[in-house]
Every structure is written in structure tokens, then in C-alpha cells.
């Protein structure tokens, strides 16, 4: 392997840490943790209504961390955590009125940035990017396992975002 090659996945961390930063210092100027800020994001995006389990699934972050975050939306009165309809274990997290209106004030506008940033790419190069970022994720998902085959601890690669 030459020099070039191993710098490589060097600069790609870096870039990935630096969004990750970038989020990182938005949910925190907001007030919220960044796994709070993430529950939120998707309460939102998911019409102000979403199922805790949809929301352990879909993140890498632990059951307890999102438990905690979501504590701390509902006890900021940004979120209703109840039972879901017929169901004495699964919750569903919704938006109350003061969330929605926190929402449209920090966590639209973070989207509407991140969807302005992806429309400076071309439609080709949104394809690309997104289809070479899931390769890579797989490939590294697979390289992985295959260092530490019993790390139970590394997930799927559409699980998210790390925890931070």
C-alpha cells in the first residue's frame, strides 16, 4: 500500500469527525445533548410522532442513552412520551406544542442548511456520493467484524450515527 492510500481513510475520518463536530456545536447551542437533538430531528421529520422503538433502531446510540435524552425532551416539555395505542410497553414519543415550535426554530433550520449544502452538488454527484458513502460503510462494517469478529458492540451500517 503507498503513502497516498493510507492517508486516505486518515483525511475521510477527519472529515466525518468535522460533521460530526459541526452538529455536535448546533445541538449543543441549542441546549440539547447531541442524542437529544437526533430524537428530536426524527420526531419532526416523522410528522411530530414516532415510536421509541423506531427510535433505539434507527441510531447507534444505547437504549439507556436515548431513554435519557428523551427523559430530559419531555421533562423540557418538547415531548410527550406515552404508551402506544393498546400496547402496556411501547412508547411513542410526540411533539407538544412547545416542541414543535422549538423545532421550527432549531431543527428545520438545520435541515433546511444541510439540505441547501447537498443541492450544491449536482444531482450526478448527490447519486455518487451517497452510493460511495454506503459502499464504503458496508465495506467497513465487513472489515470490521472481520478484525474483531466478537466485538457485539460494532452495529449495522445503517444503524446512524455514532454516540457523542
Partial sequence: MQADEQY??????????????LYH???????????AYWMLYDVTFAGGKAPVQDLTSSWSYSK??????LKVLEERGLIELAFAEGSRKSKVATLTAAGAAF????????????????????????????RLVRRYAEALHEQIHAAAPDAAAVGSVASGRAEG
Fill in 8 to 21: 486516505i481513510p486518515f483525511e475521510l475520518d477527519h472529515l466525518y469527525n468535522e460533521i460530526d463536530k
Fill in 25 to 35: 456545536q448546533y445541538a449543543r447551542g441549542c441546549g440539547l445533548s447531541d442524542c
Fill in 64 to 69: 439507556q442513552t436515548i431513554s435519557s435524552a
Fill in 103 to 130: 423545532s421550527e426554530a432549531h431543527i428545520v433550520p438545520a435541515a433546511q442548511a444541510e439540505q441547501r449544502a447537498f443541492m450544491v452538488l449536482s444531482a450526478q454527484e448527490q447519486r455518487e456520493l451517497v
